[in-house]
């Protein structure tokens, strides 16, 4: 079955930051889902206005870290600064934080990492805006395309959505390889056992 990857977002999303990587994602295989606290469609912003619409698949109360393989989080200024003031957003990132799966945020998303009290002691990287925030946090703040720590892959800015969206199907891709191995020594020892 495909891994599945939960989008959380709302207006003001930095366009480019959800529709590249989701397009992405999609073509390597992966399902793409996103939830919103804002029903029906949400407007990023793309280059100081607003851009195309998009349409939302789930409420924000309808989904859960269970249900998915990773969490995308997209920038811009806007959308994070008003998701890190939504309790059920937080839970949903401390639950893919809790069961060490994939948590992807570029641009001014760290914030919602700060929020849910997750990059102490983590090196990330994030929009220099917000490297004093990180650094508040707790975190070590690197200047570079792309910083995995764990299961934390953070990035800077627009330019960096092909290397941002490529080490998050790095980590897919890791986790479907580890679950196969897994099922063949399953599968090995059940045969073991019937001898």
Do not use: Y
């Not at 397009?23 to 606290?37: H, N």
């Amino acid at each position: 079955m495909a891994k599945r990857v939960l989008i959380l977002a709302t207006d003001g999303f930095e366009q480019s930051e959800l529709l590249e990587p989701r397009k992405l994602l999609e073509a390597a295989g992966f399902a793409t889902t996103l939830a919103s606290p804002t029903p029906g469609t949400i407007r990023g912003w793309d280059h100081g206005d607003w851009g195309k619409p998009v349409k939302v698949d789930k409420d924000i109360d309808e989904v859960e870290a269970d249900d998915f393989d990773a969490l995308l989080l997209p920038g811009g200024q806007m959308n994070p600064d008003v998701l890190r003031m939504d309790d059920r957003v937080i839970e949903l990132i401390e639950d893919f934080d809790a069961d060490n799966k994939p948590i992807a945020a570029i641009c001014h998303a760290p914030w919602l990492l700060i929020e849910a009290d997750i990059v102490d002691g983590r090196t990330v990287t994030g929009w220099p805006s917000i490297h004093t925030d990180l650094e508040n946090a707790g975190a070590d703040v690197v200047d570079q395309a792309v910083a995995i720590d764990g299961n934390l892959i953070t990035s800077r800015k627009p330019e960096d959505i092909p290397a941002f969206a490529q080490a998050l199907i790095d980590a897919l891709e890791e986790a479907e390889e580890a679950e196969d191995e897994d099922e063949e020594e399953e599968a090995e020892d059940d045969e073991i056992e019937e001898l």
